[in-house]
């Protein structure tokens, strides 16, 4: 089987011209460390916004991630078929344990656990730690 293979010239400077003068040289490469090469080319250049704002972060948006969260949810509910009294106790626990996770941002916010019949109390965070309470809300949902 041939292999492919591009030739690369270097073509002699002027013999006059005071720089270094090449003789005309050939390198001939692989199609496959030409791939190699040009692969590794798109990963730096790919790379390199991201040195520029390594210091930049983005707010994350809550209300979105729990509509996506919820998106998705339902699509697992709809994709297994689950009776429609499994499918609200599903909604219902997973919605709940969301809302009980993020509670603890705001001071302001009461337990809905705590009017709820034979429900016990989850668990409190500990003060000295800290948590990320949006993504406990997000754990929530795929426990």
């Given at each position: 089987?041939?292999?492919?293979?591009?030739?690369i010239l270097f073509y002699p400077c002027n013999?006059?011209?005071?720089?270094?003068?090449f003789g005309i040289q050939?390198?001939?490469?692989?199609?496959?460390s030409l791939k190699f090469?040009?692969?590794?080319?798109?990963?730096?250049?790919?790379?390199?916004?991201a040195c520029?704002?390594?210091n930049v972060s983005e707010k994350i948006d809550e209300t979105r991630i729990i509509h996506?969260?919820?998106?998705?949810?339902?699509?697992?509910?709809?994709?297994d078929g689950f009776t429609p009294p499994v499918a609200s106790r599903i909604y219902a626990y997973?919605?709940?344990?969301?809302?009980e996770a993020l509670k603890f941002k705001n001071p302001k916010v009461l337990s809905i656990t705590a009017q709820l019949k034979n429900f016990g109390n989850g668990p409190e965070p500990i003060?000295?730690?800290?948590?990320?309470?949006?993504?406990?809300?997000t754990h929530a949902f795929f426990w």
């Open positions: 089987m041939k292999k492919s293979t591009w030739e013999s006059n011209s005071p720089d270094y003068t050939s390198i001939t490469v692989s199609m496959k090469i040009l692969l590794l080319l798109i990963a730096v250049a790919a790379c390199l916004p520029n704002n390594a996506e969260n919820l998106d998705v949810l339902n699509q697992v509910i709809i994709y997973t919605s709940l344990a969301s809302y003060k000295e730690k800290k948590y990320d309470f949006s993504l406990a809300a």
